[in-house]
């Protein structure tokens, strides 16, 4: 039988929406990003620049839109 909790993971992590900071533009299409669980390099879309506030969702970064209402961690 599988296990409910892993199974509940799985399906909230393509909804989970997280809030980073641009370090580093490591290329046209991705980005150093800083999380308050830690940096890593994801693709992007738009145009970004350093020290942006970005949303991460679904393994991609945004520029974040002053109407959302996450909130933000600055590292």
């Known amino acids: 039988m599988a296990n409910p ?3 509940l993971r799985h399906l909230l992590s393509s ?3 997280e809030t980073g900071k641009v ?3 490591t290329s046209k299409t991705t980005a150093l990003i800083a ?3 830690g940096s890593r390099e994801l693709p992007y879309e738009g145009t970004l620049a ?6 991460i969702k ?4 945004a520029k974040r839109r002053m109407s959302e209402t ?5 590292v």
């Open 5 to 7: 909790v892993l199974e």
């Open 35 to 37: 999380t308050s669980s």
């Open 15 to 17: 909804t989970r929406t």
């Open 50 to 55: 350093i020290g942006d506030i970005v949303m």
């Open 58 to 61: 679904n393994g991609r970064a």
């Open 70 to 74: 996450a909130p933000v961690y600055f």
């Open 23 to 25: 370090l580093e533009l």
